[in-house]
DNA sequence: ATATTTTAAGATAAAATACTCTTAAATCTT
DNA sequence: AAGATTTAAGAGTATTTTATCTTAAAATAT
């Protein structure tokens, strides 16, 4: 469902929104070499995908010695549909699940009663969801994989 | 979500489930190239996919003159996943969002406790849902695409 | 028997996605 | 000013998915 440059990047934000929020890191620029290597992700490809969170605004970076990126919205407001959208794009809540072209209650296909409702759902769950919600699983679960 | 194989096969087993009903057309086999053409998808590409589903027993398949494919139970025996299963496999379900190794309650990412809900609920739909049901939308909605 | 129709199977080609590399630009340190 | 560090950008490579083609095998029809 997320691309695999999706799922890193939501890991990575994440991260960097969780770092950010302890005193040594604070307004901090983080490396993205120390990310990709914390988070067990190719350097290359992270620091590609960021170019994106980047442009999009979610994040700031800055280039040199102690450069790297740092989030440029609190963790309450930068929304897993926000990566999601600017990484993967939002086709995926809005196509129909068998491919046709148009999807809508007017002219639905032979499932879109069923899958529209779902679709709607994971939307939903995915714009509730903000980098805030994933940090208080972090401090709540204690084998908790970041 | 779904691969284009396995959104191609699904309308084509609802396809043919619902031609199948027909005084005209019970117990016999369909050509794989009249249904590519009536659903518009390419022959090559379903006559390739559809050996899965003939191995894995959800269609009977018969070579030569007035030969093609028909189920092997009634649209009401076969459910989307069984298809889904067969054509994408179910990794899908078992799978961590953010690309973790293993996925459980008991060792989740930061967003599990969201996600696994909604890819329950998701599975649920797939495991719920027959062909039949997708018949009765197609006799119940006037302007339903198939 | 021979020719025709149709699926099976494997090879090939094209397109999309995932991933890596190289060079440049910006910034900092000395 | 020179050198080191770090991201930006675009090119390049690899892998996976999608789509097509070719040949074979099976069944029917003549
Ligand atoms: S038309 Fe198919 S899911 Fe909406
Ligand atoms: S561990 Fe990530 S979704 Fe279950």
Redesign the pocket.
């Known amino acids: 469902m997320l691309?695999?440059?999706c799922r890193?990047s939501i890991r990575a934000m994440i991260y960097i929104a969780n770092l950010s929020k302890k005193e040594r890191y604070k307004n901090r620029?983080?490396?993205?070499?120390k990310i990709a290597r914390d988070l067990g992700l190719?350097f290359?490809?992270l620091?590609?995908n960021?170019?994106k969170l980047?442009?999009a605004g979610l994040l700031e970076?800055?280039?040199?010695?102690?450069?790297?990126?740092k989030p440029l919205k609190p963790p309450s407001k930068i929304r897993l549909i926000d990566i999601v959208t600017v990484i993967d794009g939002i086709d995926f809540f809005n196509n129909c699940i068998l491919g046709f072209e148009e999807c809508s209650d007017e002219n639905p296909c032979t499932i879109h009663n069923l899958w529209a409702d779902k679709r709607n759902q994971i939307l939903n769950m995915f714009e509730k969801t903000t980098l805030e919600d994933a940090i208080k699983n972090i401090e709540r679960f204690e084998n908790i994989k970041v």
């Open positions: 691309s695999a440059a890193d620029f983080i490396s993205i070499y190719s290359y490809f620091s590609k960021f170019q980047v442009k970076s800055h280039r040199g010695p102690h450069g790297g990126v």
